[in-house]
């Protein structure tokens, strides 16, 4: 079955960094257009990063410059690093990915990100 599973979660410190990990199983996820979203509490979701299966990619003006997406396309996982880190970044982090043919997508289960000092 298909799976996406998040990784890299933590705390850590204003102004530290921490890479997110999305690994896809049961799909090619080199074919999938991948985007990072974010949920903080009483907050909506938020998309803060895009990466298409050529590479192309797009952020949220309010990680631009901060974050980076990419992915490794033999490990079948989509990456996202996250520096400079600030307290309104913390959220539960979750990737989701589009097939080819935009008929659906799918979501991973989160991995939470806490800034704080």
């Known amino acids: 079955q298909v799976q996406l599973v998040e990784s890299g979660g933590g705390l850590v410190q204003p102004g530290g960094s921490l890479r997110l990990s999305c690994a896809a199983s049961?799909?090619?996820?080199?074919?999938?257009?991948v985007g990072w979203y974010r949920r903080a509490p009483g907050k909506q979701r938020e998309l803060v990063a895009t990466?298409?299966?050529?590479?192309?990619?797009n952020y949220a003006d309010s990680v631009k410059g901060r974050f980076t997406i990419s992915r490794d396309n033999a490990k079948n996982t989509v990456y996202l690093q996250m520096n400079s880190l600030k307290p309104e970044d913390t959220a539960v982090y979750y990737c989701?990915?589009?097939?080819?043919?935009?008929?659906?997508?799918?979501w991973g289960q989160g991995t939470q990100v806490t800034v704080s000092a």
């Open positions: 049961g799909i090619i996820f080199t074919s999938y257009a």
């Open positions: 990466i298409s299966s050529g590479g192309n990619t």
């Open positions: 989701n990915g589009h097939p080819p043919d935009w008929t659906r997508s799918y």
